[in-house]
């Protein structure tokens, strides 16, 4: 090797550090903790150091901190993290070989809103109704666990006789029939209130794990359209009004080791040109590919 092509490696090999430098410093660790963390914060550090740097609140706080091909760590304390974590676009989205991260650490991502005592009304005869006013997609919770539901058809003229303990969506309304130890307006019923867990449109190198998903009124999962190589790992998406997982549009998304149950129409469903590779994965239900 000459001292031209020696001198041509050298300056190759010190523009690739260069990069690689410039893309960790990009690449930023935020850490999210709902007991402990404070919006105002930067995210920058797993504990408060300053009156700038700490951990921020909610995850929705963390993935406006975030930027491509950062990592998004959640702490567990056993408190469930509220509300729908959206990422779009190239803010949100990776490389191959330096994904965006999302570290769940076995936390939870719950969709539900408790049921106001006086949303309930007396009908008589331990049966209760109330009425959401999100329409379509229900799902009626206690004690964070899904209450079973009474299925009747959607067309049904008049409302058949509910098993005690069980719920029925009739006419845009809930209607529970409670048991001799229930009692709706002083029981911590709960219900899906927003729509999805994790909403993903136009992204890409997206590696999510150890994460669970509950409780939403809609999908646990959604991949809208154009998202590719979006992986979940170890995840779990239960208790949601339609599906834990909804692969749509162009989206391809592979699950490993990955759990989707007693969600209340499909465990998984996949619309239009939509691809999904389970790996290892439970579902409870088959597959629901439409047409």
């Known amino acids: 090797m000459n001292s031209m092509t020696r001198f041509g490696v050298g300056l190759l090999i010190a523009a690739v550090g260069i990069v690689l430098a410039s893309n960790q410093l990009l690449a930023a660790t935020i850490y999210v903790d ?20 700490g951990p921020v609140k ?12 950062g990592r998004l760590v959640i702490a567990n304390h056993g408190i469930p993290y ?29 969709g539900s809103h408790p049921v106001p005592a006086r949303a309930w009304k007396s009908l008589g005869h331990r049966l209760w109704k109330m009425t959401p006013f999100r329409k379509a997609h229900y799902q009626l919770i206690l004690n964070d666990q899904p209450v079973p539901e009474h299925k009747i058809p959607a067309d049904a003229g008049t409302l058949p006789d509910i098993p005690d303990g069980h719920w029925a969506a009739w006419r845009g309304s809930i209607y529970y029939r409670a048991t001799a130890e229930t009692h709706p307006e002083v029981s911590p019923f709960a219900f899906a209130y927003h729509d999805m867990g994790l909403s993903l449109v136009d992204v890409h190198n997206v590696f999510v794990t150890d994460l669970t998903f509950r409780h939403f009124r809609i999908d646990g999962i959604n991949a809208h359209d154009r998202c590719t190589n979006v992986i979940l790992d170890n995840v779990t998406s239960v208790g949601n009004g339609r599906t834990g997982l909804s692969v749509g549009g162009s989206s391809e998304v592979t699950a490993k080791q990955s759990t989707f149950d007693s969600n209340r129409k499909d465990s998984v469903q996949i619309t239009e040109q939509g691809a999904l590779e389970l790996q290892d994965s439970t579902i409870s239900q088959p597959v629901h590919v439409a047409e």
């Open 34 to 53: 709902n007991l402990h963390g404070d919006d105002a914060l930067d995210g920058k550090a797993s504990r408060t150091l300053t009156h700038v740097t």
């Open 58 to 69: 909610t995850v929705q706080r963390g993935l406006r901190l975030l930027t491509n091909g």
């Open 82 to 110: 509220g509300g729908t974590m959206a990422m779009s676009g190239s803010r949100h989205s990776g490389r191959p070989l330096g994904p965006v991260e999302i570290i769940g650490n076995g936390a939870v991502v719950d």
